[in-house]
């Protein structure tokens, strides 16, 4: 089984920066793909941006130019960082993975808990 846990959320004004973390622990053989998410309340989860093994990173329009997507293969985890933020930035943040882990050595996607990123304008 492997855990994904977030951190780094909270409270901001509008134009600061925040850095969210996911760090993934278990029987993690590789991560192919890792991807962060964003739902606030009454609206559908959205992809904000995902980085993949030997691809480019990808963002949404909404935050391009302002938040970038990195990871560290050595510590199985990876992040958001987050500049020039704006109220509409407010969500819940998930990290998403798709990882191959041991017994079975298939790609499986898992989810962290989500942490919240408020920004007052």
């Known amino acids: 089984q492997v855990q994904l846990v977030e951190s780094g959320g909270g409270l901001v004004q509008a134009g600061g920066s925040l850095k969210l973390s996911c760090a993934a622990s278990?029987?993690?053989?590789?991560?192919?793909?890792m991807n962060w998410y964003r739902q606030d309340i009454g609206n559908e989860r959205e992809l904000v941006a995902l980085i993949s093994t030997g691809g480019e990173p990808i963002y949404a329009d909404s935050v391009k130019g302002r938040f970038t997507i990195s990871r560290d293969n050595g510590k199985n985890a990876f992040y958001l960082q987050m500049n020039s933020l704006k109220p509409e930035d407010t969500a819940v943040y998930y990290c998403?993975?798709?990882?191959?882990?041991?017994?079975?050595?298939?790609?499986?996607?898992?989810w962290g808990q989500g942490t919240q990123v408020t920004v007052s304008s």
């Open positions: 998403n993975a798709l990882v191959v882990c041991r017994p079975l050595y298939a790609p499986e996607y898992f």
């Open positions: 278990g029987s993690i053989v590789s991560m192919e793909s």
